[in-house]
């Protein structure tokens, strides 16, 4: 069993920065793409930014490039999401994922169905 947890959520003024950190337990965390998504009130949840086993290889959604960075350090078993230059649009709980059943060590999933675990989810607050 895959326990995920969140943190590192909060309210921040539009153009400014925060981190997000994922810890994980149980299983074998550095065989495991990771993924972060987030879900705006109304909304359906979509992708932000995804990352393989290794870190050798990540993706972005449209709306976050070249705002969002996706990292891994294997040796703490945690994700992170340094997420820079914030809008309100970036408003949402932000969750994290496992997929445990990424074929090599440069896939990158997308999609919800992909992933297996999820976290219990941190709320990320952009006011203008």
């Known amino acids: 069993q895959v326990q995920l947890v969140e943190s590192g959520g909060g309210l921040v003024q539009a153009g400014g920065s925060l981190r997000l950190s994922c810890a994980a337990s149980g299983g074998t965390f550095s065989r495991y793409a990771m993924g972060w998504f987030r879900q705006a009130p109304g909304k359906e949840r979509e992708f932000v930014a995804g990352i393989s086993w290794t870190g050798i290889r990540t993706m972005y959604g449209d709306s976050v490039k070249g705002r969002f960075t996706i990292s891994r350090d294997n040796a703490k078993n945690t994700v992170y999401l340094q997420m820079n230059s914030l809008k309100p649009e970036d408003t949402a709980v932000y969750y994290c994922?496992?997929?445990?059943?990424?074929?090599?060590?440069?896939?990158?999933?997308?999609?919800?169905?992909?992933?297996?675990?999820w976290g219990q989810g941190t709320q990320v607050t952009v006011s203008s």
């Open positions: 994922a496992a997929d445990l059943n990424a074929r090599n060590f440069i896939v990158v999933p997308t999609s919800i169905d992909e992933y297996d675990y």
